[in-house]
């Protein structure tokens, strides 16, 4: 018999994450399902055609798309710094100092 010790809750495959994530019963999944699915895998499309995980920056307002672009970093090992999308530009050229993204998620426009 498998016991339920800690290190075996800890040490599940990422991968069963994104099953987890594709279960329609899910808690973050609300009607419609398919809007929080098809942002995750836009986000993971994106992060498929880098050969190494990007640094993000994400400043999403949306929450699906936080979630799904969070989840999304997450499956694909790249660093994610969390960010708000009302930031001054002071506060914004500190950060991107900082962080040196390759990526900014959740911004109409670039920040200043």
Known sequence: MVQNSPENLVKRPVDSLLTHLEN????????PANHFLNHLNSYRQILQTYPTPPRICLAESDPPKFWAAFFAA????????????QWTPQEWQSV?????????????????
């Open 24 to 31: 329609p019963l899910h808690w973050l999944i609300h009607p």
């Open 96 to 112: 991107l100092e900082l962080t040196q993204p390759q990526l900014i998620w959740g911004l109409s426009s670039p920040p200043p």
């Open 74 to 85: 997450l499956l694909h090992n790249a660093p994610l710094f969390l960010c708000h999308p």
